[in-house]
């Protein structure tokens, strides 16, 4: 077991507003802690005006219910980050283990991920969305917040493609290699 630490408290300097941070764990360690902590897989697609983007995201998680909120991050290396910080709106689609090929193709880079027109086509309000996913939410984007070298995102959900069959089995990307969650993961007592 290796136990990493950060340096004492008195290293930290912790600003108001942009939050300036000095100290803290190395990024390998930080990188190896959340290694091991699964997350849903989702593809996000945005169009500002200059043409559809996309990318993966494991980092999209819900904050509230009422009003109805959910957040991501974007990494400022992504392709995507310019558009996504000019757009007003995203689609946030939420991956089944049978859309494994979309994950994989916006996680990629330096290709045309949205070269193949008949899989994707545009909601009435614009937006770019992928046919091939069953769930999905359109929300307008409500605030952006700087932090590291992200951008978490917080998104108001307005509509919805909400898949029927609850039965399918969630993407899951864990320990860098992507997963089905299902019936054979449960635990019982």
Sequence with gaps: MKLATAPSSADHTVGTGSSH???GLSADDFKLAFRNHPAGVAVITADCGDGPVGL???S?????????LLVFSLSSASSS???IAQAETVVVHLLTAEELSAARLFATSGVDRFADGNSWSRLATGEPYLLSTNSWIRGRIVDRMLAG???????HALEARLSPDAEQDPLVYHNRTWHRLGDHSVLTD
């Excluded at 999209?60 to 109805?68: G, L, N, Q, R, T």
């Excluded at 070298?149 to 998104?155: E, I, P």
Aim: aromatic content about 4%; cysteine-free; overall charge negative.
């Design 60 to 68: 999209v998680f819900s904050i509230s219910a009422e009003p109805p």
């Design 149 to 155: 070298g992200s951008t978490v995102v917080a998104v």
């Design 81 to 83: 980050a310019p558009t």
């Design 21 to 23: 941070l000095n100290g």
């Design 56 to 58: 993966t995201a494991t």
